[in-house]
């Protein structure tokens, strides 16, 4: 199962960014996504489509239907470029988690 | 407070194997539900699932490294072991572990950078 995400997005700060993440009929899956700072593990920031761990910013949301799910990042700071990696289980061939190719968050 | 965290060397020559070693604090990988995955990442590249290991001993591995892969458990040290064989320079990367949530990672190590290299 192959995810496709697009390498970079740049946004202004305090404008919204939003990243895909492209899948065969990915809006059936449940979605998962992380944000991997320079030098650093990844944390995640949104699991199963639209929930936040304690500790995420509200700023951060997502949403899944047909073949894209999208993460938005709503009033990006600074502080918030960073690699961000979308995820999902394939129970068909895989029995394990898939990673997105990744993009890259540029804040201008 | 959860935390992971990978040991084992930092060097390795090509053809030998690796063993790198998740050592688990906050929880016990012998508890109902728990499991530990290891996840590596190439430098610049995108992240790439290894293997997995649950509590009443199922594993996992990826398609494409299944044969050089292997993952055990100690309950008594409360760590999960990785070990590689054939190491290549293309297996240069950084080494995680995880801890799983339903179906995705919840808490992350620090990761340890092994270098294929004679």
């Known amino acids: 199962y192959v995810l496709t995400q697009p390498p970079s997005v740049s946004v202004a700060p305090g404008q919204t960014a939003r990243i895909t993440c492209g899948g065969n009929?990915?809006?059936?899956?449940?979605v998962h996504w992380y944000q991997q700072r320079p030098g650093q593990a990844p944390i995640l920031v949104v699991y199963e489509d639209n929930d936040r761990p304690s500790g995420i910013p509200e700023r951060f949301s997502g949403s899944n239907f047909g073949n894209t799910a999208t993460l938005t990042i709503s009033r990006v700071e600074a502080g918030d470029e960073a690699d961000f990696y979308c995820q999902v289980w394939d129970t068909d061939t895989v029995h394990g988690p898939v990673f997105g190719t990744g993009t890259r968050v540029s804040v201008l | 407070q959860i935390t992971l965290k990978e040991s084992g060397p930092t060097l390795v020559k090509p053809t030998q194997t690796l063993t790198l070693s998740c050592t688990l604090s906050?929880?016990?990988?012998?508890?109902?539900?728990?499991?530990v995955g290891w996840i590596r990442q190439a430098p610049g590249k995108a992240l790439e699932w290894l293997a997995l290991i649950y509590w009443d001993d199922t594993v996992r591995y990826s398609p494409s490294l299944h044969n050089r892969l292997s993952v055990t458990k100690s309950t008594s040290r409360n760590q999960v072991v990785l070990t590689m064989t054939h190491m290549e320079p293309v297996d240069t990367g950084t080494y995680y572990c995880g801890r799983l949530g339903n179906s995705w990672v919840d808490d992350w190590g620090q990761g340890i950078l092994v270098t294929v290299s004679s």
């Open positions: 906050g929880f016990s990988i012998s508890s109902g539900g728990e499991g």
């Open positions: 009929d990915i809006g059936n899956k449940r």
